[in-house]
């Protein structure tokens, strides 16, 4: 064993499903819809039920508590009671000895429908009616009476399509019974809490009957923030039925077919500029197809109108949104959730009227780029605003006037090879937008050998923010950090806690383990006053100073003073984001603490015979304010900008009568190593940020939006080779679609 290489790099990070299973547990066997929409006629469970080694097998009408999911609208059976809405609607769950046979047994389950006539389009949603709530809209100056002043509008459709998450663990749970009927469960979840208190609905139990444990989960990406609870629920109920532990692992197969994904949005926009390029106008209506059942995607759809008009200020702007029930699996959050769906169709806006006016994109992107004092169309006025900074100096460092010349010359050469270049700015909002979420727990524990323990609500998945706590503590307690650990992230020692998602964990989470730690700090604080006599305590690397004089008290010391003083050694704190508000009614507040800017300029390579192509470069300057940890926030930036380039590339979601067909790795492609760009990502100087914790920024989501740059990169090559034809703005841009627009083919 090398002490130097991390367990986890050594593979010894324990996952749900490496947890050591406990004698007597029960596997577990979903049998799940196959068909769109329909009722259920006949449901035949005679055979199953005595097939060996089965224990269990419930349906709807077993559920002790309430059968739903849902949280912000109680629409999702747990298990299908008379209806099925969508392929993969779980509705009959076998319990058995071994995994085989529960699976043999779900086999000889039968069913009958009756079938119902089923939507795929959220257009034909729409126009039916069939919304999962309300349209919203966003207004800001008038846009009707400003068209006229115009000197080029265009007015066109942008398609992107959903994205699976491909988390590297896939969906799980193990539950354990505890005494007197209560659960355990270990659940791969980003939001443990609501794991939580939907089971104990489910089981028509108090909270504190239930308790959620997560070590770690391997990749969630949203996909994991409220499509984690129905497998911790399954489990549960297997114990609340057998007194048994019960797992349950999705398999990669199901776990791509029956849990949700990005939405797919079609959306129709019109922008107008000035003689200059300025946009004086936007508007869009945009369709989300959220699936059968609204799981987050109201909230999804409202970050999507809180990201329409991207990095760039827009005086007059109207936009709308449809949240469109239709019979697809209930689409979930993922990186993003709704702003890169809103910022595609803006980038889109522009390259269009771009062609039209014959204005170069870059140029009209940098003369709109936000500056301090411009207003979003939720009324939030924009301060520390580092758009044209980072525009201008990603110009700068990927030296961009010499590369757009080199592609230049490159292509006037090359006949069937085209290089095209682009450059993608964003600005996302960082906090919940529901403004209540943006809160947090932490407890730290001091041990009275001087070691601590820190316990918050934020769930490593693989995003660091486990070591940004850390060194959080290790700042505050200005103690080693071999001191500190950071404890699994438990509903019993952190309580009603949001979410690890909206990329606020370390900003929320983070906060709350440091005014953790300066109630501790404080309490020793004055011990030491108590020892050492009046003046003012500083303890720094471990050592105690009166009026700056060093001392001979040093931290384990301090500590076994401490307790042998009944000093309490342990703290619990709440962090809540102040001066946030969002008016509903009026669509208009200060959703978020703070925004987070950056630029990318992409560089591509077209093979216009074959329509394939390679992403060459991507170099990147972001604002992670004063970063926490370079190598983490470095590793979000390279991940979330590889993942926004598969998402608007390769990740193709493909459905024949709503059927996805491309329900494994073989068929969805993903980015690899290979496909990965070479990425020169430095951090914007000079960016601190007042609003978080240490000065520091989410880092999580924003590098996303970046690879909507890739797009636009292609679209350039492309049109290098061909530009007598209309642009089709639809993602992702496979080489498929490359090969239709370059050539004539149908
Ligand atoms: Mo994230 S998409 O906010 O879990």
Redesign the pocket.
């Known amino acids: 064993m090398n002490e130097l290489i991390p367990p986890h790099t050594r593979g010894e990070s324990v996952f749900v499903d490496d947890i050591p299973e406990p004698k007597n547990m029960l596997h577990t066997a979903v049998f799940v819809s196959d068909i769109v929409h329909g009722k259920i006629k006949n449901l035949d469970i005679r055979i199953a039920v005595k097939s060996e080694g089965v224990v269990k097998i419930i349906t709807a009408k077993d559920i002790p508590g309430e059968n739903q999911l849902g949280r912000i609208i109680q629409d999702e059976e747990l298990l299908a009671e008379e209806k099925v809405d969508f392929i993969g609607h779980p509705i009959v769950v076998v319990y058995a000895e071994t995994k085989e046979q529960a699976n043999r047994a779900k086999e000889l389950i039968t069913i009958d429908y009756e079938e119902l006539p089923a939507i795929f389009d959220p257009r034909v949603a729409a126009k039916k009616g069939s919304l999962i709530a309300p349209s919203r809209t966003f207004t800001l100056g008038d846009v009707d009476s400003i068209w006229d002043s115009c000197e080029t509008i265009v007015e066109g459709r942008a398609e992107s399509g959903g994205q699976e998450h491909i988390y590297m663990e896939p969906q799980g749970s193990l539950a354990i019974p505890r005494e007197d009927g209560r659960v355990l469960l270990y659940s791969s979840t ?1 939001n443990p809490s609501t794991v939580q208190s939907t089971v104990a609905k489910i089981l028509g139990f108090d909270m504190n009957k239930i308790e959620v444990d997560v070590t770690r989960l391997g990749g ?6 409220d499509q984690a609870t129905a497998w911790a629920a399954i489990c549960a109920l297997g114990v609340y039925y057998t007194s048994r532990p019960v797992k349950l692992i999705l398999d990669r197969q199901e776990d791509i077919t029956i849990t949700g994904k990005r939405h797919p949005y079609s959306t129709d926009y019109k922008i107008g500029i000035d003689k200059e390029g300025k946009i004086l106008a936007f508007s869009a209506d945009y369709y989300q197809n959220s699936g059968a059942a609204a799981d987050l995607s109201t909230a ?1 759809l409202g970050r999507t109108l809180f990201h329409v008009t991207n990095a760039y200020f827009i005086p007059n702007v109207r936009v709308t949104a449809y949240p469109c029930r239709t019979n697809l699996v209930p689409f979930t ?5 709704g702003a890169p769906q809103g910022m595609y169709v803006i980038e889109c806006a522009l390259s269009h009227i771009a062609d039209e006016s014959g204005i170069p994109i870059s140029i009209l992107q940098e003369k709109n780029l936000l500056e301090d004092g411009d207003q979003f169309p939720y009324g939030m006025i924009t301060k520390n605003t580092h758009a044209k900074r980072s525009f201008a100096k990603v110009i700068q460092d990927s030296q961009y006037e010499l590369l757009k010349k080199e592609k230049e010359e490159f292509n006037a050469k090359s006949k069937f090879l085209k290089k095209g270049i682009s450059i993608m700015p964003i600005c996302f909002g960082i906090s919940f937008t529901s403004t209540f979420m943006n809160q947090a727990g932490a407890l730290v524990n001091v041990y009275y050998d001087g070691s601590v323990n820190v316990s918050t609500g934020a769930v490593e998945m693989g995003q660091g923010v486990n070591m940004k706590i850390k060194t959080i503590a290790t700042r505050f307690l200005s103690i080693d950090s071999k001191r500190i650990r950071v404890e699994s992230t438990n509903t019993s020692r952190v309580i009603n806690t949001s ?6 964990g370390a900003d929320l989470n983070g906060k709350a383990t440091e005014f953790a730690c300066l109630k501790i700090i404080e309490r020793l604080k004055n011990l030491a006053n108590e020892k050492l006599g009046e003046g003012i305590i500083t303890i720094e690397n471990e050592v105690v100073y009166l009026d700056g004089v060093k001392t001979e008290l040093v931290w384990e010391e301090l500590i076994w003073l401490a307790y042998t003083n009944r000093v309490n050694l342990a703290a619990q704190a709440l962090y809540a984001t102040p001066g946030i508000y969002f008016d509903n009614e009026k669509e208009k507040g200060k959703p978020f603490a703070y925004h987070v800017f950056g630029a990318a300029v992409i560089e591509v390579t077209v093979d216009c015979l074959r329509g394939t192509y390679t992403i060459d470069k991507a170099h990147v300057v972001h604002d992670a304010g004063r970063s926490l940890n370079y190598l983490i926030d470095l590793g979000q930036v390279e991940g979330g900008l590889v993942q926004g380039i598969g998402w608007m590339t390769l990740e193709e979601l493909q459905y024949v009568d709503g059927k996805l067909i491309t329900d494994a790795l073989a068929t969805y492609k993903v980015p690899d190593v290979h496909f990965a760009p070479e990425i020169k990502a430095t951090f914007l100087e000079d960016a601190d940020n007042p609003y978080a914790v240490l000065e520091s920024k989410g880092i ?2 924003p590098p996303f939006m970046y690879g909507i740059g890739a797009y636009f990169a292609l679209k350039d090559a492309a049109q290098a080779f061909r530009n007598d034809k209309e642009w089709d703005y639809t993602a992702p841009l496979t080489p498929e679609r490359i090969l239709l627009y370059l050539h004539n083919l149908e």
């Not at 959050?333 to 959730?337: I, L, P, T, V």
């Not at 979410?499 to 606020?504: D, G, K, Q």
Request: aromatic share 14%; proline share 5%.
């Open positions: 980003q969630g990406f949203g996909g994991k923030e999804v959050a993922f990186r993003g959730f979410p690890t998602s909206a990329s606020s999580g989501e």
